[in-house]
């Protein structure tokens, strides 16, 4: 079993407004030397924005931001832009998040070309209600075990003044290079991972996702195979390229009656094709012990959505029990290597 080293909390929460409730849940990008990290920042009624730091080296911060980078300004964001991932494709960077209208979680996306201006691209994720992912899945020609059907997501398709309520899809995460010329990306409608491959953003529209849907099966690209991932997983960091594939840190969740444990994970894909699973851990790669990972807003939490490889370690940033965000790191070859030992 490899060990991981705990380089601790590196964010706290201020007493600036928009992050006086807890910050987690980091997107991290190296561009000019320095490590770029947009962070979900949370103030008092659980209203989030998006924060901005800039660290020198991987656990020392120079810069920070005194007010949101980001900020709610759409109706389909206006309660809220949360968990952030950032990756460099071509010479766009892309950072995507979940867009929170107090209803609805769907993922959204934002554009920039150098970490300054900001474009918003919208809402990508599909609209659509749970009865219409029903019938949509039964057009499948593959047939679908029932855990797409249970209660994390059913949901009435309207509220009672006629908002439509959609099913929940979120943790949308991109691959920093074009796979076999496409971008490439990956979502989470509970309980496993999907992705999707488009030639570019403009053609996820409504009838995409109704196609995309009516083939379902084709579209699952990671499910849960041990019992810390019992309950379902989660996209986490962007993928990185080694020479071996892709490193994927994912979460994975498991029940337990004090309520869910969310621990990081890894797992290694074919470079030219990430549906092929070359192998993952059977144990969690980082698993919630520490009092800043067990004692929060929601305890039990170590939430990875950011990785950098910097001097042949692997930094692994983390949101530590939805209050603050940590690190940690292990030796890439390590890694690797153990990874190697469970060749599916």
């Not at 810390?228 to 080694?242: D, L, N, T």
Request: aromatic share 14%; hydrophobic share 35%; with cysteine.
């Amino acid at each position: 079993m490899i060990n991981i080293r705990r380089e601790g909390v590196i964010i706290e929460t201020t007493d600036l407004e928009f992050e006086n409730e807890s910050v987690m849940n980091p997107a991290v990008i190296v561009a000019g030397g320095k490590i770029h990290m947009f962070y979900r920042a949370v103030k008092t009624g659980n209203m989030s924005s998006i924060g901005y730091c800039i660290l020198e080296s991987p656990l020392k911060v120079v810069y920070r931001k005194k007010e949101p980078i980001l900020s709610p300004e759409f109706e389909y964001e206006r309660h809220g832009m949360e968990d952030p991932r950032i990756v460099k494709l071509d010479d766009t960077y892309y950072i995507t998040y979940t867009a929170y209208d107090g209803d609805n979680a769907v993922g959204a996306l934002v554009t920039s070309k150098d970490l300054i201006h900001f474009k918003r691209l919208g809402v990508i994720t599909s609209h659509v209600t749970y009865p219409q992912f029903v019938e949509w899945l039964t057009r499948d020609k593959h047939p679908h075990t029932d855990k797409y059907f249970r209660l994390y997501n059913q949901r009435q398709s309207a509220t009672e003044t006629g908002k439509l309520l959609y099913l929940m899809d979120k943790d949308i995460v991109m691959f920093p290079n074009r796979v076999n010329g496409k971008i490439f990306f990956l979502h989470r409608i509970r309980p496993d991972i999907q992705s999707v491959s488009i030639d570019k953003i403009e053609n996820l529209t409504q009838d995409f996702w109704e196609k995309y849907y009516s083939a379902f099966s084709s579209h699952v690209f990671f499910t849960p195979k041990y019992d810390f991932e019992s309950s379902y997983i989660g996209a986490g960091c962007p993928p990185i390229r080694v020479d071996e594939g892709w490193l994927m840190i994912y979460h994975s969740v498991y029940d337990t009656p004090e309520g869910y444990v969310y621990s990081a994970s890894a797992a290694l894909l074919n470079k030219y094709n990430p549906s092929i699973e070359i192998a993952r851990l059977p144990y969690p790669l980082l698993k919630p012990q520490k009092d800043y990972e067990t004692q929060g807003i929601v305890n039990h939490v170590c939430f990875p959505t950011g990785a950098i490889i910097w001097e042949d370690r692997l930094y692994i940033y983390y949101g530590a029990a939805d209050k603050s965000i940590a690190c940690a790191s292990v030796p890439v070859r390590e890694l690797i290597d153990e990874l190697l030992n469970y060749r599916k």
